[in-house]
């Protein structure tokens, strides 16, 4: 199994990014999609969910109307596009695949937002 994340970068305030998580060796059509972050001396906390079919989402609430999560499931992959990046956005982003009692997680990519 392998979540592998890509995307991130440094990016000014208010600028953009769009993170990817490409998903092998399990049956990524069949899983709940998530984002996490986990900014220094925090928790991880969720940033976005996507059910398997792609047709449901949910954001955290400090992520609302900046940030939108998609998914292909015809090339395993999960999607993060996030506009408006704010300061406080500067974290290490995760993907996280979830299936009753299963869970798997991605290395991660940082993305830091600074002037």
């Known amino acids: 199994v392998q979540l592998v994340e890509s995307g991130g970068g440094l990016v000014q305030p208010g600028g953009s990014l769009r993170l990817s998580c490409a998903a092998s060796g399990f049956t990524f059509s069949s899983y709940v999609m998530m984002w996490f972050r986990q900014a220094p001396g925090k928790e991880r906390e969720l940033v976005a969910a996507?059910?398997?079919?792609?047709?449901?989402?949910n954001y955290a609430d400090s992520v609302k109307g900046r940030f939108t999560i998609s998914r292909d499931n015809a090339k395993n992959t999960v999607y993060l596009q996030m506009n408006s990046l704010k300061l406080e956005d500067t974290a290490v982003y995760y993907c996280?695949?979830?299936?009753?009692?299963?869970?798997?997680w991605g290395q991660g990519t940082q993305v830091t937002v600074s002037s």
């Open positions: 996507i059910n398997s079919p792609g047709d449901s989402t």
């Open positions: 996280n695949a979830r299936r009753v009692s299963r869970a798997y």
